[in-house]
């Protein structure tokens, strides 16, 4: 059984950084694509970054230059660095997996972003 396990959310004063981590374990198959949404209280879930096995990565407008996406393939984990963190990134940010054998979801990390 393919499972997700988030890490690194927390309350954050703006301005300030958080990194998340989410380690995927159980795949019998190569992780292809990796990458972290959120979702905000009455919002859609929305795409933040996600990354190739090749390490090619792709970022919402709302937070180029800001965020950073990372992976270990060794370790099957993926790596979100966010920086200069606003009032308007807090949301429960879910890491995302994909390979031959399925789409994974891991349980979601609440990020909240507050003076």
């Known amino acids: 059984q393919v499972q997700l396990v988030e890490s690194g959310g927390g309350l954050v004063q703006p301005g300030g950084s958080l990194r998340l981590s989410c380690a995927v374990s159980?795949?019998?198959?190569?992780?292809?694509?990796m990458g972290w949404y959120r979702q905000a209280p009455g919002k859609q879930r929305e795409l933040v970054a996600s990354?190739?096995?090749?390490?090619?990565?792709n970022y919402a407008e709302s937070v180029k230059g800001r965020f950073s996406i990372s992976r270990d393939n060794a370790k099957n984990t993926v790596y979100l660095q966010m920086n200069s963190l606003k009032p308007e990134d807090t949301a429960v940010y879910y890491c995302?997996?994909?390979?031959?054998?399925?789409?994974?979801w891991g349980q979601g990390t609440q990020v909240t972003v507050s003076s």
């Open positions: 995302n997996a994909l390979s031959l054998g399925g789409d994974y």
């Open positions: 159980g795949s019998i198959f190569p992780i292809n694509n």
């Open positions: 990354i190739t096995r090749g390490g090619r990565s």
